[in-house]
């Protein structure tokens, strides 16, 4: 697992929520997997119970099942649960594109911009890692360009159902459009053509629909088929 460094004034069960939360996403805690109070606890520098207030919130979007005196269990993939976080994510991403289109200033297209260049850089150098953050901040920045930083925070909690398959797919898809997404998005966010950027934004938020084939593929253990 990876331990992420604390930040300052961050409580130990948003802490703990946190790292848990980014390493299911990234799948070093796998779909299936079992996880220990005591042991999540030992390798963050934690009393258990902080760890488990943070898996009692996981297990409200359900993507961990935690179960009393028992290890708990990372959820297997349920496209039911991706689909429901994708419906609140474009509801709420397609009126961001298109309020952006007349809130975004010249400086706001720049950072997008910079972030899409970097988006290129690591999607050549195949650094899913990096790209993922990218991705994850030029979304951030949508929400701030459009003065919806709350909205934003508050639609993370279920968003780890489809953050997670994002992620699966940038390993296992062999041409990623995310980045070529992007920059479509930004181009008509800077010409204010809020029509397209909101046709953009859907396409873009449905494409795990496309990818699904690619991932069940590489990652058929973590379905319940499987």
């Known amino acids: 697992m990876q331990i992420l460094e ?10 703990a929520l946190r790292t848990i939360k980014e390493n299911i996403i990234r799948l070093a805690l796998e779909p299936g997997s079992q996880i220990s109070e005591n042991e999540l606890a030992a390798e963050m520098g934690l009393s258990r119970t902080p760890v488990r207030e943070a898996l009692i919130e996981l297990s ?53 911009r910079e972030n899409v260049r970097l988006q290129n850089f690591y999607l050549e150098s195949r650094s899913p890692d990096a790209l993922m953050a990218l991705d994850n901040e030029f979304h951030k920045t949508l929400f701030e360009i459009a003065q919806k930083t709350q909205i934003y925070e508050l639609m993370q909690g279920i968003s780890i159902h489809f953050d997670r398959v994002r992620s699966m797919a940038l390993a296992s898809v062999k041409e990623v459009k995310i980045v070529e997404d992007h920059a479509g998005i930004v181009n ?39």
């Open 6 to 15: 604390r930040l300052p004034r961050e409580t130990g069960r948003d802490y």
């Open 60 to 112: 409200k979007v359900k993507i961990v099942d935690v179960q009393p005196q028992k290890k708990s269990t990372v959820a297997l993939i349920d496209y039911a649960m991706v689909d429901e976080a994708r419906f609140l994510r474009n509801l709420l991403e397609c009126a961001v594109a298109e309020l952006d289109c007349t809130l975004a200033t010249p400086q706001d297209i720049d950072r997008l």
């Open 188 to 226: 008509a966010i800077r010409d204010g053509d809020a029509a397209l950027a909101r046709a953009l934004m859907e396409k873009h938020l449905n494409r795990y629909k496309v990818d699904s084939a690619a991932i069940r593929e590489t990652y058929p253990q973590y379905f319940p088929e499987a």
